[in-house]
């Protein structure tokens, strides 16, 4: 990989856009951003989004902000990508520049190892790491151009070369150092900077110049490696390290140390990995239990990119689809016996003319089964028959309910004092805008009469025939209204409690037609044959108990069994336009500040290098907004570049 010139532009252009100022009307927050930005010129990143967060506490709206330490982030993401895949390079490396049958791999992998240590060492030049590793990339270039030169050698002199080098070995061991120095100053007349042969040179002249100081690094060396070969990784260091510390060109003991750090480095990300993974995947077995699919889902995917076959993790996510198929389907059926169970209260409150119950019953069917054809209809009745009783009695609820009962008191009062045209003039005032009032309606026949006493006989007569016209007509409401304002007028008038008792009865009956006897007879044969029909079972018998219930309403609208069984059949038979998905949590304004917080600062521990405090922020924003895709990703990322 290469940084080029649509790289550095890249850069140039973002470091351009930084440096704007923010726009903040504050003078606190333009002095923080301008530091920030100090900062991030430098390449300091971690301190410039330490001070961005802090303009985000006073302003967490200021978008600019936020975009800016978005940035840094992804720019760490390609300094850390780029550092990972030196470092897995340069391990490769090594072991095949080891080996003159794999020298042109190695070249090939140290030079990407280098490459992407300059892409790393440019983004971000305060990384200690990188410093850290900068003498071993200027060590792997010397390697790099020692095999090269090896590689143009004939195979003859390779070969040659590799026989000198097992003779060289071979005299060290017998302690011939002069006789060994020999045959390693011939390897590197052929090659001259060859690693091995100059260790061997030195390990030589060291051992004729200064015995005691060479037999000294000689049995720190070989205790290093007892304890390596038993896995003693610590004590092994100590010992390589004391080597090193009497001759810092011994390249053996740097290696066994690189090697051992390696080693424990490794098992530290390794102990980590496996605590991350099993914190997913303690939150995974607790989401399944909480029916919370997708959350499980995301939890036993972090917990995999944490640990590849973590215990059964592999197994639970395979089974999640399952699982909330079947959470689905279980929803599904309480969701139908829900609407039944509701629309059942509906249709009883209705009956017993609870209009106010009914609408609220209809209402919340609704709200769960939007398609619901029974609850729409009787949601329409329900509402009418609430209008008409709204008119014809305003209760508190009413906002008209402190004019209308002013003008109540006035009419009433001015009745009693014998002013009847006053008191009609405030009845009327009613009807102005309750014209089905049925005290108002009263009040204005008494005053009528009142006014006019000749007229008695041949109001009430007159009265009367317009109840008897709307009973005819099927308008019960209306036609009670009227009856009872005759028995005001003549509380004796001929067959007035039985017309009362007639329209009372058409409107329990929900203001329909009487079913007649022969009527009546089929209803109850259908009812019985769809019952048949339903009790037998499956797709096509409860589509004939339908088509029979539907009939007997139609029928009869006020057959409540009836309604109740083609409210339940449709609704089976329209189980899977019943939505049943949970809702997307709606955060509140604490909540999405929290989010916001634990956000950035996610972003500003891993601009420090302090991975497992970032994934942990990133986790609680999770908890709170477990639809929050950049955390779910920048937790998966570091996961993955941890787990390298």
């Not at 304890?227 to 010992?239: G, I, S, V």
């Not at 019943?578 to 601009?607: F, N, W």
Request: hydrophobic share 35%; glycine share 4%; proline share 2%.
């Amino acid at each position: 990989m290469k940084i080029n010139a649509i790289s550095i532009a890249f850069f140039s252009v973002l470091l351009f856009w930084l440096a704007q100022p923010d726009g903040s009307a504050l003078e606190t927050g333009r002095e923080l951003d301008r530091q920030a930005r100090e900062h991030f010129e430098k390449k300091d990143y971690n301190k410039a989004v330490s001070l961005w967060i802090e303009i985000l506490r006073d302003d967490p709206e200021n978008e600019k902000v936020q975009q800016k330490i978005e940035a840094v982030y992804e720019i760490k993401q390609k300094k850390d990508l780029a550092f990972q895949r030196m470092k897995l390079d340069y391990r490769i490396a090594r072991r095949r520049l080891a080996d003159d049958d794999t020298l042109e791999a190695g070249i090939k992998s140290g030079k990407e190892s280098i490459e992407n240590y300059k892409i790393a060492y440019r983004i971000d030049p305060n990384d200690q790491d990188l410093k850290d590793m900068l003498d071993d990339m200027k060590r792997l270039e010397i390697d790099i151009t020692a095999a090269e030169k090896k590689v143009r050698l004939s195979k003859a002199i390779r070969e040659k070369v590799k026989a000198l080098k097992t003779a060289a070995v071979k005299e060290m061991e017998r302690e011939n150092y002069e006789g060994a120095l020999k045959i390693w100053k011939d390897i590197l007349s052929y090659i001259p900077r060859d690693r091995e042969a100059e260790d061997g040179v030195r390990n030589c002249r060291l051992a004729i110049d200064n015995r005691l100081k060479f037999e000294t690094i000689r049995g720190f060396m070989a205790r290093g490696r007892d304890h390596f070969n038993f896995k003693r990784y610590r004590p092994a260091r100590n010992e390589f390290a004391q080597a090193l510390k009497l001759d810092p060109q011994n390249r053996d003991a740097r290696d066994m140390i690189e090697k051992i750090d390696e080693i424990l480095e490794e098992r530290k990300l390794s102990d980590q990995r496996a605590r991350q993974a099993e914190e997913f995947y303690l939150s995974g077995i607790n989401n399944l239990k909480n029916n919370n699919f997708d959350q499980a889902q995301d939890d036993f995917e972090s917990c995999l990119a944490a640990v590849k076959n973590y215990r059964d993790a592999r197994e639970r996510l395979a089974s999640i689809d399952r699982l909330r198929k079947d959470f689905m389907e279980r929803q599904k059926t309480r969701k139908m016996q829900e609407i039944n169970q509701i629309f059942q209260e509906g249709i009883i409150s209705y009956s017993r003319q609870r209009y106010k119950e009914a609408i609220n019953s209809f209402v919340t069917v609704l709200s769960i089964d939007k398609n619901n054809t029974q609850a729409r209809e009787y949601l329409k009745r329900a509402r009418e028959a609430r209008l008409i009783e709204e008119e014809e009695r305003v209760d508190e609820n009413s906002p008209y309910y402190n004019l209308i009962n002013s003008l109540v008191i006035s009419g009433r009062s001015l009745y009693d004092k014998g002013n009847y045209a006053e008191s009609k003039r405030k009845w009327d005032e009613i009807l102005k805008l309750f014209p089905k009032n049925r005290m108002a309606n009263e009040y204005i026949a008494k005053c009528e009469l009142k006014i006019n006493p000749a007229a008695t006989g041949g109001s009430v007569e007159k009265k009367a025939a317009e109840g008897r016209e709307q009973l005819r007509r099927k308008e019960f409401r209306a036609a009670q209204m009227t009856f009872e304002i005759v028995k005001s007028m003549n509380p004796k008038y001929p067959g007035i409690d039985g017309f009362l008792a007639e329209a009372n009865r058409g409107i329990r009956e929900g203001e329909g037609a009487a079913v007649n006897q022969a009527d009546q007879k089929e209803i109850e044969r259908r009812y019985g044959l769809a019952m048949n029909y339903y009790q037998a079972g499956g797709l096509e018998n409860a589509k004939k108990a339908l088509a029979e219930f539907q009939w007997i309403v139609r029928k009869d609208p006020n057959n409540i069994k009836a309604a109740i069984s083609v409210n339940k059949i449709e609704t089976q038979l329209r189980g899977g336009d019943i939505d049943v998905a949970q809702a997307r949590k709606k955060l509140t304004p604490r909540e999405e500040e929290l989010v916001r917080k634990y956000y950035y600062m996610g972003i500003s521990y891993y601009a420090g290098n302090d991975f497992k405090r970032a994934i942990n922020e990133w986790r609680k924003v999770i908890a709170i907004d477990p639809d929050h895709i950049k955390a779910k990703n920048n937790i998966r990322k570091v996961l993955v570049f941890l787990g390298q």
